[in-house]
Nanobody
Framework: QVHLMESGGGLVQPGGSLRLSCAAH????????MQWYRQVPGNQRALVAG???????TYADAVKGRFTISRDNARKMGYLQMNSLKPEDTAVYYC???????????WGQGTQVTVSS
C-alpha cells in the first residue's frame, strides 16, 4: 500500500511562488507516472502537469512557462514549482502516482493553494 502526502500549499500574493511536494510512503517501487491536478469547488479535477518514467513532462496551457514538475525516484518525492502565481491558480492541488512495480494508482489528500492580495 502507498500513501501520498502533499505539502507546501498556502496563501501567496499574485506574482509569488510556491513549491508543492508529494511524498510517497509505503511500498512504491518508483514513479511510472507522476501528475499534479487541481480542483476548484464546482469543477472537475483538472490536470496541471505530468512527468513520465522517462522524464517527459507535459503541462496545461494555463501554466506553461510558470510551473515546473519534477520527481526524485530515489527519495520517492514529487514536486511542483509554481512561479508567477495568479489568482486563477487558486485551487486544491493533488498529486497522482502510478507505481512502476504494480501499476496501481494513488491520490494524495490535497493541499490548498490560495493566490490573493
Amino acid at each position: 500500500q502507498v500513501h501520498l502526502m502533499e505539502s507546501g500549499g498556502g496563501l501567496v500574493q499574485p506574482g509569488g511562488s510556491l513549491r508543492l511536494s508529494c511524498a510517497a510512503h509505503g511500498s512504491l517501487l518508483s514513479f511510472y507516472v507522476m501528475q499534479w491536478y487541481r480542483q476548484v469547488p464546482g469543477n472537475q479535477r483538472a490536470l496541471v502537469a505530468g512527468i513520465s518514467s522517462g522524464g517527459t513532462t507535459t503541462y496545461a496551457d494555463a501554466v506553461k512557462g510558470r510551473f515546473t514538475i519534477s520527481r526524485d525516484n530515489a527519495r520517492k518525492m514529487g514536486y511542483l514549482q509554481m512561479n508567477s502565481l495568479k489568482p486563477e491558480d487558486t485551487a486544491v492541488y493533488y498529486c497522482y502516482v502510478v507505481d512502476a512495480g504494480s501499476y496501481s494508482t494513488y491520490w494524495g489528500q490535497g493541499t490548498q493553494v490560495t493566490v490573493s492580495s
